[in-house]
Structure formats: C-alpha cells, structure tokens
C-alpha cells in the first residue's frame, strides 16, 4: 500500500456559460423567439447539466479544471493557491464531493471534511447549542461525537455565556468563531479548509492557525489549505500546489510556489487590467441608509468567478465594514448592489472602496455624513457634490489597500 | 482500517450507501428538529397555527358543500366528514409543498458541504408530522363531541399513515429534483395544489364517483393515493363507514411506484445539483 491519501487522476470539469440570445431587429422575428422560447429554455437548462465531454470545442464550455494529476502524502499540510478563476474552488468541492469531475477521477484514502465556509447551515433561529449539534451534523459527526466534543467545542469558541442563545444575537465574529470551532473538532483524516482565517481577529486566526499545526503534526492527519493569504500559506504549509486557469502550474516547496504565484499575478497584470471596468455609484436610500452599486463594464467575456469585496473607511483610514462575496461570475452591464447602515456612524468624511479580485479592479470613493446623518455623495471624477454637504472635500484619498490578490 | 472512496463521473444511478445514510441519521433527525423548531418561532399563537388551516377550511367546506351545495357525506355530519379528510390532506399538501421547493430553499447548504442530497426532501416528511399529530389530537376531541366510537378498523390507522407518508416522498422526490433544474415547477406546485384537493375525496365522498362512473372508474380513481387514504381514515375513525381497502389497494400501487421512480430520478439527478442550483 502507497502512502498517499489523495490520488487525482486526470481530474477535469466542465461547465456550461450562459451565453447570450441573439437579438432580433425585427418585430416578427422579436415574436417567434417569444413564442420559441419555452422550447428554447428547456433546451438551455436541460443542457447546463448534460456534457459530451468528448465534444469539446462547443463554444459555451468553460473547463474549469483541466487534467490535473497529484497526489497529497498523510500528514502533509498542502497549500492550495492561484489567482481567482484558478479553480481553486471547484477543485475543492469535487474533493468534498459536492460535484463530480467531468473526466478523470480522484482517489481518497480515510474521511474528508470540508469547511467551504463557516458556519455552513447554521440557523439563527436556533441557539448556539442547537446549531453545534446541527453543524456538527451536517459536517458528518454523529450525535455521540458531537456529545463527546461539545465542552471542548464551546470552550474553543469562546461563546459559553451565550451558548443558549439563539445565533441571530451573535455577533459575526462570535458566529465565525462557533462555525470554527465545531469543524476543528470533526476528526477527519483529511481537512479541507478554504479561506477561513479571512474572517475573525488576529488572536482567534493564531489560534485556529495553531490548531491546525496540531491536527497534522500530533494527529497525522492531512490539511488541504486554500488561502490568498499569503503569509498563513507560508507559515503553515510545507508544499504547495500553484494552480493557473485550471491547471497545475507547479507542485513543490511553498516559498517557491509562492515566488511564482507572485510573479504569476504581477507579471500578467498588464493584460488583465484591461478586461473589465467598474463604476461605483453611492445612492441613499433612507437618511441611515446607503447602497453602493457597482456596475462592472466587462470587454471580454472574462467570466472567472471572482471575490467581491467593500470596504467603509472612516477619515483616519480606519476599516468599519467589510463586505465579500465569493465567487460570483459577473456579466456585461451587471451591478451588484450592497446597502449599508450608517445609522450609527458619526458626521464626517468617509471612503468606500469596491474592489473585483477576479481582475483586480479598485476603486474608491468619498462620502460625506452631514451631522443629521444625510449622506451627500461626491462624486470622485468630477468632485461634485449631489447634495447639501457641509464641507467639499479637500482631496481625496485613494485609500487601496494591499491585500494579496 | 481506512476506507479508500473514489470520485470520478457517474452514469445512470449510483447504488444505494446504506453505510452513509447510516452514519447521516443523526443529521437528518436534528435538520427534523430544527424544522419544528424554528416553524412557529416569533409568532404569537405558536404551534396553534397547525389547526387554523384544517379548521377554517373545514368551517367553509361545511358552509358551501355542507349547506349550500348539499353534497352528501354518507350519513356522516359535514364538519366531521371534512375534518377527518382535512387531516390527512393538510400534512399532504403542506409535505408536498415543503419537500419540492426543499432544494431551492437549502441551495447554500448542499453547495458547500457534501451529506446525502435526499435528506432534504426527507426532512420535511418528518417535520411536517408534527403539526399533523397535533391537528390528529384535535380530531380525536371532535370523535368525542360528536360520540363517534371508533371501531377495531382503528388499527389500519398506522398503514395508511405509511401510504400517506410513502405518496408524499415519492411526490417530493420527484419535485424537488425537478424544481432545482425547472423553476416552473416552484410556481406549478402553487397552483396544482387546490386543483389536487378538489380531485381528492375532501368535499365530496369517493361514493359520488362509484354511482358516476362505475366500479371501473371508482378503481381507475383509486390510483390517485390520496383517495384511499382519505376514505380509509373516515373508515377507520367512523363508525359508520368501512375502510375501502379497494381503493387502499388502488393507491398503494400508484405509491409504490412514485416512490421508487423518484428516488431513483433523484439519485441519477443529484449528481449535478450542485452545479445547476
């Protein structure tokens, strides 16, 4: 018997882009495709989930993975990483056999446990207690598991006070920090974990940091670990896996894995920026309410899934929100739309950044809070206000940060 | 010793893993108790809105087809000749409801996480009995006010349960793996389901059927489930009324093969549920 514990095999998935109808110039035409269209939707949906992956020049196809062989040897923490698009994800979920490949196979040596993303299922109906056992559940553990681990589970976390009550009180660390520690306490021969350390304080991220080195140094166990954080990667993995528009750029030692993945996301800059253009436009809603929107103007159909992010600055730079969405394929001319409450902010000068990863698009803009909370919107090219400001603005600031994307 | 799973493409259907729906019990037994949980949560009259929507319709059905149409109920009085088919149709149509849009709502749980898919359908057969056992006791207390002994036929009870249970999981199967594909069917389902309740023997008795079409016919309609079980709940409840076990015989035939072509379009669908919700 090998050593190993994951073997991937020529591992490939397709799937399927909706692409455009072709627009009719001509009222009859503009009829019969009306009249044509159930027949014509049916066609569509029923295709999204049926391939011929021996066709495959069919124009709307996209691979997401593509022929990827490795395998992962017991106990080794490997890192997953790449640019948005990569297929990272989709990697992940054939793994967690949420999906499976289109060619190829996968072979798994013991129990996989994934933590897509914290606090999956949780209901916040219910409390604290209630939804360890339900989480716990879902991740795979029986009702006796959970039983054993439960004191351990709740003393991790850290929410024993508010263990009875219901989830929707919490607040979004407390949730993050519950979803945690239930997963870290599955027993899994193999854990899965996505970019979860994104969330959370820096005490809480060294802790789960430090229990993951626990799992795989005392337990034996084997961790997949998907991160854009780089320097989590560093500290924790000791190989890696360089993944580039769904195929495997490079397998080896992690510091130069991660050189390349550097190099990978700097050196294609140039081509990529040019895809896709973004607009931010602020509009109040209520005096305490404000959405962003975010229209993006995509030139070629670049459709990678990409991580959407806002953030709310206050005037000293400081973070107040933070907003992601994870992978979300964003079409030509579409916005994605974010409110936010400012009902309890002060009077005075803040920024809101957007920023798409998938193409690394940033953009910042000023917002001003007048004193009876009416925000006033200043718009960033052409400085104008909108709305009975206090004060104009004296410069704006670009406030992008650097994150690894 | 450490179990080798291997994941590759799938044709046709997969076999059954009783050792994983084994290990998965559990799940389903707390996605069950948070069901009944969190059903009537924040609301004021709690669990007392699982009788409003069986006695209201009962109030109606006896106004209209009791007293204005006339409809006959075999002797039986209207409110309870309703009620005892109301029971059984309430848990039916509010299962079928919740299983085949089951998929759609838990979207973001099975996207995320791998456990059996045909758990999500499951949980609301189970869920929904709650409310049933609770309008079934308020059943039991008309019995009483109306003086109505049950006879020995009580005991079949349990086994139209089954056929009642088995229908709406066939029916649940094939929902919601259709509705994850085909949003139509979300809308359908709405629309089907007072036409599903006029077809049952809710307001009228399956005799009316039997004088009309002939013994035939009145066989024929025993394939839609509902039927036997609704008139073999009267049967066992009333007195005056026999369970008719041709109809129940009807009907667990048509049950039996929804549930098994069901599960089994289920199981060769969920491969790609993923992908598609």
Known sequence: ?405 | MVQETVIKSYKGVKPINWKELKQYKDLLYFMVLRDITVIYKQTIMGFAWAIVNPIVSMVIFTFVFGKLARITSDGIPYPLFSFCALVPWTYFSNTMNASGTSLIQSSNLFTKVYFPRILIPLTPIFSKLADFGISFAILILFLIGYKATPTVEILALPLLMVLMIVTVAGIGFWLSALAIQYRDVKFAITFVTPLMMYAAPVVFPSSMILEKYGYHGYLLYGLYPMAGVIEGFRGALLPQKPIPWDLVGMGSISAVVLFASGWRYFRRTERFFADIA
Not at chain 1, 177 to 183: K, Q
Not at chain 1, 246 to 266: C, F, H, L, W
């Open chain 1, 1 to 405: 018997m090998s050593d190993y514990v994951i073997q991937a095999n020529g591992l490939s998935k397709a799937y399927r882009l909706g692409l455009k109808d072709a627009k009719n110039d001509t009222l009859g035409a503009t009829l019969a495709s009306w009249v044509k269209s159930p027949a014509k939707n049916y066609n569509r949906l029923r295709k999204l989930s049926r391939f011929d992956p021996t066709k495959d020049d069919e124009e709307d196809m996209f691979w997401a993975l593509r022929d990827m062989s490795f395998s992962v040897a017991q106990g080794e923490i490997l890192g997953i990483i790449g640019r948005n698009g990569a297929g990272k994800s989709t990697l992940l979920k054939i793994l967690s056999k949420i999906t499976d490949p289109t060619l190829g196979e996968i072979r798994i040596k013991g129990r996989v446990a994934a933590l897509l993303e914290v606090g999956t299922g949780f209901n916040l109906e219910l409390t604290g207690r209630e939804n360890i056992f339900l989480n716990g559940t879902i991740l795979g553990m029986t009702r006796k598991e959970v039983t054993k681990k439960f004191d351990e589970i709740v003393d991790f976390s850290g929410v024993e006070k508010f263990i009875d009550t219901p989830v929707k009180r919490y607040s979004s660390g407390m949730k993050v920090r519950l979803g945690f520690a239930v997963a870290a306490h599955l027993e899994p021969e193999i854990l899965i974990i996505d970019e979860v350390l994104a969330v959370g304080d820096a005490e809480f991220q060294k802790k789960c940091l430090g229990k993951m080195q626990g799992i795989s140094a005392v337990e034996g166990r084997t961790v997949l670990f998907v991160s854009h954080d780089m320097s989590a990667v560093g500290t924790l993995c000791n190989k890696c896996l360089l993944l580039e528009r769904g195929r495997i750029d490079m397998v080896g030692e992690t510091p130069m894995a991660i050189q390349k993945y550097t190099q990978n996301v700097s050196g294609s800059s140039i081509e990529d920026y040019h895809e896709s253009t973004i607009r931010l436009q602020i509009e109040e809603v209520t005096p305490t309410q404000l959405v962003a929107k975010a229209f993006f103007k995509i030139l070629e159909n670049n459709l990678l899934d990409g991580v959407f992010h806002l953030r709310l600055y206050d005037g000293a730079n400081f973070e107040l929100m933070f907003y992601k969405e994870k992978d979300i394929r964003i079409y030509d001319n579409e916005y994605v739309e974010i409110k936010m409450d400012v009902s309890s902010f002060k009077a005075g000068y803040y920024s809101i950044q957007v920023k798409y990863a998938a193409s690394t698009i940033d953009l910042s803009k000023r917002v001003v809070l007048a004193s009876d909370f009416t925000p006033v919107m200043v718009d960033r090219d052409t400085f104008k206000y909108e709305k009975g400001s206090i004060a104009p603005p004296v410069q704006l600031i670009n406030t992008t940060r650097n994150f690894q994307y």
